[in-house]
């Protein structure tokens, strides 16, 4: 029988929940405790995981138990603060949600904390295990597509909740090549409020090292994607090249034409229950065998955030930004004082109401 892993899941929101009822499910962990500050949050959770130790002192209750796993699902601008706790508790693996961080200077804090604390971590960028998103890459990584020359990524929802995601699969489907410079543009102020502070819509280029151009657009401006109902699933992800193309919907499945497939498609939608379990199995094979690195590792995802970051920097300040970034910046405080007070414009009605505009 193989060793299982201790695992304490803090905060208690929709995604805290997802990964403690995951790691609960998983014969390879033993979830030993779950947080919130929430007591509501705290009781709800019990009620559907059952008898688990719980406490609403995520920092006494966490380095008193000393997990071999520390995850934590907290708002972004959590970020920092729960890394060091994870890092105090003397966690072998921190595995956290995204985005990564709101600025670079957070971001460049929490890599410098890892590498110094030499910790593995992985962020939830979990929707890769959808069979339509490995389809795509499947297609890609096989060379059906001739010589890849673009990666691209569209999003009607707003930017810190999506464009994360839009960038590390793309990054994926580009086997994480570096970028080297990014330009964008930003609109519209009324997300700026939400607890995951946007602007209403944001596009961008990124040039990578290996000549691949990404594009991303991401907001209120974004393309409808009419194929897909569901308004958070709106998302077309995917890579052009010489011979053809291959993409997916994040909710409603893949197509792809390629010179000698033709066009082909098939299904595919983002769903927890399906993703939850090989992002979480993957864990547990990282902690046993450090060859098995784990996917969706801090360093994959690091190079998204880097790119996600740059593109703000340039939405605020013009022109474009050069990677890697060197000097940690505020780059929230830095759209907040230059993306102009106009109302953002929509790509298509349903836009308006989901971005307060009537
Ligand atoms: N990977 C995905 O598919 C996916 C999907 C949805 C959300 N997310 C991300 O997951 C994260 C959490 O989202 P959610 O929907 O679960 O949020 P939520 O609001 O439902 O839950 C957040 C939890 O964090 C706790 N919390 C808030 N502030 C805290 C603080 N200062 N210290 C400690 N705990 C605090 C809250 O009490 C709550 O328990 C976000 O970063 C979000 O972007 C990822």
């Given at each position: ?31 030993i405790?779950?947080s919130?500050?929430?007591p ?17 002192d ?23 603060e ?15 949600e ?14 410098d ?63 994480y090549?570096?970028?080297t410079?990014?330009m ?11 607890n ?10 990124v ?32 890579a ?21 497939g033709?066009?082909q ?35 994959h ?24 970034l ?11 004082l ?21």
């Amino acid at each position: 029988m193989s060793k299982s892993y201790t695992v304490i899941v803090a905060g208690m929101g929709k995604r805290g929940l997802h990964h403690a009822t995951f790691f609960k499910a998983n014969p390879r962990f033993e979830l030993i405790g779950i947080s919130s500050r929430d007591p509501v949050r705290l009781t709800s959770a019990l009620s559907k995981l059952g008898s688990v130790p719980a406490s609403s002192d995520t920092r006494s209750f966490a380095l008193s138990a000393n997990p071999d796993l520390f995850c934590f699902c907290t708002p972004p601008n959590v970020r920092l603060e729960m890394l060091r706790l994870g890092v105090e508790c003397g966690a072998k693996l921190i595995a956290f949600e995204k985005p990564m961080a709101l600025t670079s200077a957070e971001l460049f804090a929490m890599r410098d904390l890892i590498r110094q604390a030499g910790v593995k971590a992985v962020v939830s960028h979990q929707h890769r295990y959808g069979v339509h998103y490995r389809k795509a890459k499947e297609i890609i990584a096989g060379g059906g597509l001739g010589r890849v020359h673009s990666v691209y990524g569209t999003a009607t929802g707003w930017m810190t909740h999506l464009l994360s995601h839009l960038i590390d699969y793309t990054c994926w489907f580009n086997n994480y090549g570096t970028a080297t410079w990014v330009m964008a543009q930003a609109a519209g102020r009324a997300k700026f409020t939400d607890n995951h502070p946007s602007p209403d819509y944001i596009g961008g280029f990124v040039q990578f090292a290996n000549g691949v151009r990404g594009i991303y657009e991401c907001g209120a401006g974004a393309p409808d994607q009419p194929e897909v109902a569901k308004w958070w699933g709106k998302n077309r992800i995917g890579a052009q090249g010489t011979e053809g193309f291959a993409e997916v919907l994040t909710n409603g499945g893949w197509r792809a034409v390629t010179k000698s497939g033709g066009y082909q498609s098939g299904e595919g939608a983002m769903n927890y229950e399906l993703d939850m379990p090989p992002y979480i199995q993957e864990m547990a094979d990282w902690l046993d065998d450090n060859t098995k690195v784990h996917p969706c590792n801090f360093d994959h995802s690091y190079t998204g955030a880097e790119i996600m970051l740059a593109l703000q920097r340039s939405a605020a300040e013009g022109g474009q930004v050069a990677l890697p970034l060197t000097a940690g910046a505020d780059e929230q405080a830095m759209l907040r004082l230059k993306v102009p007070d106009r109302p953002v414009l929509v790509s298509f009605e349903q836009n308006k109401m989901e971005f307060g505009l009537g």
